[in-house]
């Protein structure tokens, strides 16, 4: 992965707050997920700054979790020695953007938002988006917008788009479970390559996790190529 697709990465989607300790950025999250309550690794992290990046977590009253890519494994062997376990497999992908944008999209399907409707932070509510994770949204700076798209003569599905330095960096696809696998995903990602070409950026990068069968198929069906991979590390529970 390289330094532009790395910085849209974080960039496009904050934490509350960060905290350094040692080698280590802690994300403050409260509680918007993994991505912004994680530590990541930085220069010249010691295995002696795990304990003390674990304590900014527990300051904030979050669970100590680790993000750590998968080629890293030098961090890896060093998390999981403290007690640490893989949790939830991601991959990072990424398009040129002109390849999204060589159809027309079909009348009243996709559509480029801002700020997003309510229909589109009901659905992404419906599957598990909720109010936290939609205000990491809200603290993106411009140029943003949301994808709503429609199917079935209603509106089925948002996504969230940021651009960073020419990267567009596509966050929290969801689709209605009862329209899914209809296409209408496809068709956002092109809208969301339609806007991002608009706005001058050159690639789409998104994260998916590898469980998510569907969603890695459909990606790599409209040409998005695997850049990196990155997991979790947190103990288990008691």
Known sequence: MDAALAQAFEATWPAVEYADAGGFRVGKGLGAGGRVSSARALTGWKDSDIPEAVKVHEGWGQRALFRALDEDVELVAALEAQGFRRENPT????????ALTDRDLPRVT??????????????????NIGPARQAVMERVEAPV????????????????????????MVHCVEILPDLRRKGLAGWMMRQ???????????????????DNEGAMALYRHLGFREMAGYSYYARPAG
Do not use: C, K, Y
């Not at 997003?116 to 599957?127: S, V």
């Open 91 to 98: 991959a990072i992908m990424e398009i040129e953007t002109a």
């Open 145 to 168: 917008t949301s994808i709503l798209g429609r199917i079935a003569d209603r509106a089925a599905g948002a996504a969230f788009v940021a651009i960073h330095q020419g990267v567009a």
């Open 192 to 210: 969301a390559a339609f806007w991002a070409a608009e706005n001058g950026a050159e690639r789409i990068g998104l994260a998916v996790s590898r």
């Open 110 to 127: 996709a559509f480029a938002v801002w700020p997003p409707m309510a229909i589109q932070r009901e659905i992404w509510a419906a599957g």
